[in-house]
């Protein structure tokens, strides 16, 4: 069963509008959450992360807010650049070894 | 060379082929993962490596075999593997020994083709 799920598997956004991506989870134990961004040919890239004790967290153009209780968590991108297209994982941390990785929302900025 | 490289890019094997992935972290990293990506699959956690020593093996079918001989290198070993094994395998490494909180970065994966 999936534990983390980004149930956009793809999003259009018009340049210098916001994107918003989306990620649910449901195992109340994760702690620790980031975003990745993969480009074709590449390895997933780190972007941005946040802690359960947080509730957003801000760098750049990026930023990642959680909901707990409804174990929820978006990336949002202001202004969108076309260099933003690719594909975003969300990814959690229990208190183990393991992250667990969403299925990823490719996203394409219009020019 | 910076961050975590893989080789090779791309590799086609057929079933009874025998073929090794390796990864190289030069980032001072004590932890080594070995990642799989099926299309439209979230990426799947194969073995975790710190300090050199397994520590997470998650029921991964005995045609892959894992190899750490230091904490910057990493090797998956391929052995009479299926079509259905065919997939982007990715590297990363985290500062470790893998815990909390840490980030892990990742190489550019290996493209599999299994024939």
């Known amino acids: 069963d999936q534990q983390v799920k980004q149930n956009s598997p793809s999003l259009s956004v018009q340049e210098g509008r916001i994107s918003i991506l989306n990620c649910d989870y449901t195992?109340?134990?994760?702690?620790?959450f980031l975003w990745y961004k993969k480009y074709p040919a590449e390895g997933p890239t780190f972007l941005i992360s946040?802690?359960?004790?947080?509730d957003k967290n801000e760098d750049g153009r990026f930023t990642v807010f959680l909901n707990k209780s409804a174990k929820h968590l978006s990336l949002h991108i202001v202004p969108s650049q076309p260099g933003d297209s690719a594909v975003y994982f969300c990814a959690a941390d229990d208190t183990g070894n393991q992250f667990y990785f969403g299925t990823g929302t490719s996203l394409t900025v219009i020019p | 060379e910076t961050g975590v490289t893989q080789t090779p890019r791309h590799l086609v094997m057929g079933m009874t082929n025998k073929k090794s992935l390796k990864c190289e972290q030069h980032?001072?990293?004590?932890?080594m993962y070995w990642y799989k990506q099926s299309a439209k699959k979230p990426l799947e956690l194969m073995f975790v490596?710190?300090?050199?020593?397994?520590?997470e093996n998650n029921s991964v079918p005995s045609r892959f075999s894992p190899e750490c001989p230091n904490s910057s290198h990493l090797f998956l070993h391929l052995h009479t593997l299926q079509p259905e094994d065919s997939a982007l395998y990715l590297c990363?490494?985290?500062?470790?020994?893998?815990?909390?909180?840490?980030?892990?970065?990742f190489g550019p994966g290996t493209r599999l083709l299994v024939l």
């Open positions: 490596y710190s300090l050199e020593e397994r520590v």
């Open positions: 195992n109340s134990m994760f702690d620790y």
């Open positions: 990363a490494s985290s500062q470790g020994p893998s815990g909390r909180q840490e980030t892990q970065y």
């Open positions: 946040i802690s359960s004790i947080k």
């Open positions: 980032l001072g990293h004590n932890a």
